[in-house]
């Protein structure tokens, strides 16, 4: 009998049988013939993606070599446990709230300036996107951090697709709206202050061309888990994670600069630049150090999160903006 204490986020031993056994007395109840005992290859890779992640063949996909990292990757548990996601409630502890967002239909809207705005289902995006698995380190303006498998497509490639106008100057993005869905977006104190749903964020389109700028998909080789903001969330590894936004509806490109959801609760603390930067404290986190979830493991923070290589010229000639904020 094993009397060790199982911490929340460790994989009950053989839970990949009990959802075999699970599968096949469904298709037994519904009268399709049992699946056999030995899976193929592909029935192996649905048993492993999450029941309700789109387009869950496509797992795991190929790992991009150019991608690596200065630390070992994050436990998964810890990652898919403790996360921001205000929609769902203020605390790190929402994963299981998350599972209320329903991934199926999922309309993704691309307009703006654009050629030719158009809607189109998500699974249908992912699937004319170039898939990929990227190591790249998250890092959260309260100071913890991760190191993480995204897999997902540049955003560079959704650009290509989209074809902003020359007069595009910043690229929108608006997480979905649905109160009935999210608790967090419900108004629980009224009139005297609501968050300004949808959560929004945004990029100059310098920065959403970036090489480093990539739409996630999927995380540890599997779809996105709900609470890491299935079915589409931005990466940008060398911001605060509160630029990172979730669970995508809506892509705009916009002359006029869009401000984020953390800039209007606060815009005296959170910005639209928010690169990383060890020497510009936040007014309630110092940044010169960062804590790795799972192993609490402390590290200096760098600048721009390391990666000043592939982003720093986009800073060049804007010293009198406040980057780093
Ligand atoms: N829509 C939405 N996106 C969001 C947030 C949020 O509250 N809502 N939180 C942000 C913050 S502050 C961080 S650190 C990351 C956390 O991502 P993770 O839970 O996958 O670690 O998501 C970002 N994206
Ligand atoms: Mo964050």
Not at 115 to 144: G, N, S
Not at 204 to 218: H, K, R, Y
Not at 227 to 240: E, F, I
Not at 248 to 272: A, C, D, N
Request: contains cysteine; charged residues 25%.
């Amino acid at each position: 009998m094993l009397t060790r204490v199982r911490r929340s986020w460790e994989m009950r031993e053989g839970a990949a049988t009990d959802e075999a056994v699970y599968l096949r007395r469904r298709a037994f109840m519904t009268g399709v013939a049992a699946a056999p005992l030995v899976l193929s290859g592909a029935g192996r890779a649905l048993l492993a993606a999450s029941p309700e992640g789109v387009a869950g063949e496509l797992y795991p996909a190929a790992r991009n070599p150019a991608w690596t990292l200065d630390r070992p990757l994050t436990a998964e548990g810890p990652v898919t446990s403790f996360n921001n996601f205000y929609e769902f409630g203020g605390s790190k502890r929402i994963a299981a709230a998350a599972q209320a967002l329903k991934l199926e239909p999922w309309a993704v809207t691309i307009d703006g300036l654009v050629e030719k705005p158009v809607t189109l289902d998500v699974e249908d995006l992912i699937r004319k996107m170039p898939l990929e698995e990227r190591l790249y380190r998250h890092r959260c303006v309260e100071a913890w951090a991760m190191a993480v498998p995204w897999t997902g497509f540049p955003l560079k490639a959704l650009l290509d697709f989209a074809r902003p106008l020359g007069s595009a100057k910043y690229l929108r993005m608006e997480t979905f709206h649905d109160p009935e869905v999210a608790p967090g977006q419900r108004s629980v104190l009224g009139f005297l202050f609501d968050y300004p749903w949808p959560y929004v964020e945004g990029l100059t389109m310098a920065e959403a061309a970036n090489e480093l700028a990539f739409i996630g998909t999927g995380l540890y080789g599997k779809p996105m888990p709900k609470q890491n903001g299935a079915p589409l969330r931005l990466v940008t590894p060398w911001k605060y994670g509160f630029k990172s936004i979730k669970s995508l509806v809506r892509f705009s490109f916009t002359e006029e600069r869009p401000k984020g959801f953390w800039e209007i609760v606060q815009g005296s603390e959170y910005g639209f630049w928010a690169n990383v930067n060890p020497a510009v404290p936040h007014p309630r986190w110092s940044q010169a150090e960062e804590e790795m979830l799972g192993t609490g493991e402390r590290r200096p923070t760098q600048l721009f999160n390391g990666y000043g290589e592939q982003v720093a010229h986009l800073y060049e000639g804007l010293a009198d903006e406040p980057l780093y904020m």
